[in-house]
């Protein structure tokens, strides 16, 4: 079973930075492809950025490219997402998910996910 499990959110006021971890139980197949999502209150749920994790390939939303960065460790256990200038814009749940291969930043296709981590930026 595979298993999604995120840490690193909290609270830091604009223009501050975080770190946020996805520890992956596996790597097969299955997780090729490590995303983060985000869902602020009342809004859909929106992709941020993913990792074909077999060569390291990387897209990001408009919004956050040039201020996020998306990684993994040598071992391939931990995808991590860098967030730097951090806006109330950023404010949301991120949540780390997982599938076979990356395309578009969008939900489809993802079967597994992780319970998110919260993350509130200050004025």
């Known amino acids: 079973q595979v298993q999604l499990v995120e840490s690193g959110g909290g609270s830091v006021q604009a223009g501050g930075s975080l770190r946020l971890s996805c520890a992956v139980s596996?790597?097969?197949?299955?997780?090729?492809?490590l995303a983060w999502f985000r869902q602020a209150p009342g809004k859909e749920r929106e992709g941020v950025a993913h990792i074909y994790r077999p060569n390291s390939a990387t897209r990001y939303a408009d919004s956050v490219k040039g201020r996020f960065t998306i990684s993994q460790d040598n071992g391939k256990t931990t995808v991590y997402l860098q967030m730097n200038s951090l806006t109330p814009e950023d404010t949301a749940r991120y949540y780390c998910?997982?599938?076979?291969?990356?395309?578009?930043?969008?939900?489809?296709?993802?079967?597994?996910w992780g319970q998110g981590t919260q993350v509130t930026v200050s004025s």
């Open positions: 998910a997982a599938r076979t291969g990356c395309s578009m930043l969008d939900q489809s296709g993802f079967t597994h």
């Open positions: 596996d790597y097969t197949y299955v997780t090729y492809c």
